[in-house]
């Protein structure tokens, strides 16, 4: 009977999740027609990224204060080659993306063997470095950035200049990423990292190799965030300091915080939160970090688990978020 009990909860959960699943994408397909899609771009590009982040973060216990290195320096990559080369905008996000695993592999090399607050610290530090490249070397045109990136046609068929072809190609992108991260959480592989996560000297004991699986999910990370730093570098056309700056990779820790670390649907929520007051208080003569702190002040003593976290700390039957 209890076994009975906890496999129709389990479906339960299982149904309401696709429900969940099915009632966003159909939502987003929508958006673009009731919404600006230059605006939903931005969030999707933004909850990409937090995703990414979560993934080391939430499931691998690795809080990186570094990953503004790999979505601005994707982002450079990007405009570059398009701009520059000439490149189809779809191997200008593969290069990208291998540029920002390539980033990842030294980064994971250097700090994975420290803890805590040392490799916090290490990833700030080589994040600045790749913030002093950027500023210096001379494609990334310091200040200015490079501008006037060329959407281009995706495959040669689609004309990405065209504002809805351009968002369902970010929305595709985005749906890939967060699918990716879905699949990974939820694999072997997943649940060895939530191991280290919890206590890493025990699946130490237990035989893993808990380096390795920590620098693999430290480059999967920076290979989504590249992707993420690619494409908004495609969206809004512009490669700029502003994206490998070290606030940007503590805006990617307060959208994740935000929207409640360790679950899938938590940076999503989170970046959109963000992204929206931002967009919405640049109009006015508030000053929006100190709005946003004092909203990220309010969640954490209210919300401990962040929005999505309580909401699901709520639900009977919660499962596996």
Same mark, same amino acid.
């Given at each position: 009977?209890?076994?009975?009990?906890?496999?129709?909860?389990?479906? =339960?959960?299982?149904?309401?999740?696709?429900?969940?699943?099915?009632?966003?994408?159909? %939502?987003?397909?929508?958006?673009?027609?009731?919404?600006?899609?230059?605006? %939903?771009? +931005?969030?999707?590009?933004?909850?990409?990224?937090?995703?990414?982040?979560?993934?080391?973060?939430?499931?691998?216990?690795?809080?990186?204060?570094?990953?503004?290195?790999?979505?601005?320096?994707?982002?450079?990559?990007?405009?570059?080659?398009? +701009?520059? #080369?000439? #490149?189809?905008? =779809?191997?200008?996000?593969?290069?990208?993306?291998?540029?920002?695993?390539? %980033?990842?592999?030294?980064?994971?090399?250097?700090?994975?063997?420290?803890?805590?607050?040392?490799?916090?610290?290490?990833?700030?530090?080589?994040?600045?470095? &790749?913030?002093?490249?950027?500023?210096?070397?001379?494609? *990334?045109?310091?200040?200015?950035?490079?501008? /006037? &990136?060329?959407?281009? *046609?995706?495959?040669?068929?689609?004309?990405?200049?065209?504002?809805?072809?351009?968002?369902?190609?970010?929305?595709?992108?985005?749906?890939?990423?967060?699918?990716?991260? #879905?699949?990974? &959480?939820?694999?072997?592989?997943?649940?060895?990292? +939530?191991?280290?996560?919890?206590?890493?000297?025990?699946?130490?004991?237990?035989?893993?190799? *808990?380096?390795?699986?920590?620098?693999?999910?430290?480059?999967? @990370?920076?290979?989504?965030? $590249?992707?993420?730093? /690619?494409? +908004?570098?495609?969206?809004?056309?512009?490669?700029?300091?502003?994206?490998?700056? #070290?606030?940007? @990779?503590? =805006?990617?820790?307060?959208?994740?915080?935000?929207?409640?670390?360790?679950?899938?649907?938590?940076?999503?929520?989170?970046?959109?939160?963000?992204?929206?007051?931002?967009?919405?208080?640049?109009?006015? @003569?508030?000053?929006?970090?100190?709005?946003?702190?004092?909203?990220?002040?309010?969640?954490?003593?209210?919300?401990?688990? /962040?929005?999505? $976290? =309580?909401?699901?700390?709520? %639900?009977?039957?919660?499962?596996?978020?």
């Amino acid at each position: 009977m209890q076994t009975q009990a906890l496999r129709r909860t389990g479906v =339960e959960a299982g149904s309401r999740r696709a429900l969940l699943i099915g009632g966003g994408l159909l %939502l987003a397909l929508a958006a673009p027609f009731l919404l600006y899609p230059v605006f %939903l771009m +931005k969030v999707l590009c933004f909850a990409l990224f937090a995703c990414a982040f979560n993934l080391l973060i939430g499931f691998a216990g690795l809080l990186s204060f570094g990953h503004a290195a790999f979505f601005g320096g994707a982002a450079y990559v990007t405009a570059h080659v398009v +701009k520059e #080369w000439g #490149w189809a905008p =779809e191997f200008g996000l593969l290069a990208a993306t291998v540029v920002a695993a390539g %980033l990842g592999l030294v980064f994971g090399l250097i700090a994975i063997r420290r803890q805590g607050i040392y490799f916090a610290m290490i990833t700030l530090a080589l994040s600045q470095m &790749v913030f002093f490249l950027a500023l210096q070397l001379p494609f *990334t045109h310091g200040e200015d950035g490079i501008q /006037g &990136v060329p959407r281009g *046609t995706l495959f040669g068929l689609f004309d990405l200049g065209q504002p809805l072809t351009m968002y369902y190609t970010v929305l595709a992108i985005f749906v890939a990423g967060f699918a990716l991260i #879905w699949r990974t &959480v939820h694999s072997p592989f997943g649940q060895v990292l +939530k191991a280290i996560r919890e206590n890493e000297p025990r699946a130490v004991s237990l035989g893993y190799r *808990t380096d390795r699986y920590k620098l693999v999910a430290f480059v999967l @990370s920076a290979s989504l965030a $590249g992707l993420a730093g /690619g494409t +908004k570098a495609l969206v809004f056309q512009l490669a700029s300091l502003t994206d490998v700056t #070290w606030q940007m @990779s503590g =805006e990617v820790v307060l959208m994740t915080l935000l929207g409640g670390m360790g679950t899938l649907f938590g940076p999503v929520v989170g970046a959109g939160l963000v992204v929206t007051l931002e967009s919405y208080l640049a109009s006015t @003569s508030l000053p929006v970090p100190v709005v946003i702190g004092c909203i990220f002040v309010v969640c954490v003593l209210v919300f401990r688990r /962040g929005i999505v $976290g =309580e909401l699901l700390a709520r %639900l009977p039957g919660k499962g596996n978020r």
